[in-house]
């Protein structure tokens, strides 16, 4: 190898520590079935809303037509219950004939077609969670080659029906035979959650070595308190968790359940700022086809989905819990910016909540304040004391900018500059030039 090309090579494998497949620098985005349509099958009485490819169909139409995908929300991931109770005579997984007719491929076509991609789920066990034929080790080479040949952009791989030891080897395995495939394949682990979800049972190192993405944690449920129990897991774990996250290496908190029955606005909000602060994953699981205006616009606000998208991709933290049950959330952004979020544990009324910049531990300045939700703009400097109104199990969301050091101001009369000065950390007029 030239000399060059070597200390090329090896500069890359220094800096490279994600799952080498080069995707996914940024927290995937999309829809997942399992949540709101689980494992319903019953094609008969429940056309719309068992799984089958019209259900895939069907997002992927208001995927492509309701602007999401322009947003970033390209993932189109079937979960399971999606094959045939037996594999074929090759011993490859077969969907379900009748609920699949036209096969994976015809689905990926169809994704990819609207510039959208395709997942797929399995389980590195004896059988998927809900029954169907899992992934043992011996099958792992043939299900990674069956989906690369389908033409699947994203795959989950589940951990019911195995061991600790079992699932030791299939993790690394399945990644290594996805990679293999040569088909650039967003790999899902689940294997953390079945693991208790942290050291030393866990190795985040090595998960973000294998893994795109890993859930950590149990499976999100379509209420307030499913939501508020994996906030506080996340939280109360936040100096592992972070330290594991980055560019195509994310923690998953699992699915995104704004637009379905069990959260207020508010609430939707919170889900969806929490899930930004984390830079989690946003797959929604709802009914993109009748979803309301009101949880649409939240999941398509554009400020919280860049803020969840920031290239540099570190995971926030919570900074603060007040006795009141306010808690302030803070994450470092791209450009010196950071996103703040101030939540409310409260359930009696809206909460006055005062504080300063400087109180949040930021350096002193003036800064640019941009409400995620109510789209206004402030100026705000360091020192000075503002009061936030928190709704009971809500958030208000910050994108903060960068500290200007000091505001300069110039004074002109008839076009002639007659001084300047710079307000100093106080805002108090002091530097004059
Ligand atoms: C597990 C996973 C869920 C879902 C179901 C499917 O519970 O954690 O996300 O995939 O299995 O059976």
Redesign the pocket.
Known sequence: MHLAVLLFALALSVVTFALDNGLMRTPPMGWLA?ERYR?DIDCTNDPKNCISENLFIDMADRLSEDGWRELGYVYVNI???WSSKKRDEEGRLQPDPKRFPGGIPKLARYMHDRGLKLGI?GDMGTY???GYPGTTLDKIEIDAQTFADWGVDMF?F?G?YSNASEQEQGYPLMSKALNATGRPIGYSC?WP?YQGGLPPKVNYSQLGEICNLW?NY??IEDSWDSVLNIIDWFFENQDVLSAAAGPGRWNDP?MLVIGDFGLSMDQSRAQMSLWAIMAAPLFMSNDLRTISSGARSILQNKMVISINQDPLGIQGRRILKEKSGIEVFWRPLSDNASALVFFSRRHDMPYRYQTSLKKLSYPSGSYTIFDVFTGKTTALKDSTDFVVSVNPTGVVMWYVSAPAKMNLRQFYRGGRLLGSYHDDENGIPRVFL
Do not use: P
């Open positions: 399992w494992c979960d399971d219950c789920y998927t969670c809900g989950k589940d019911c689940s959650a859930r149990g499976d699992d």
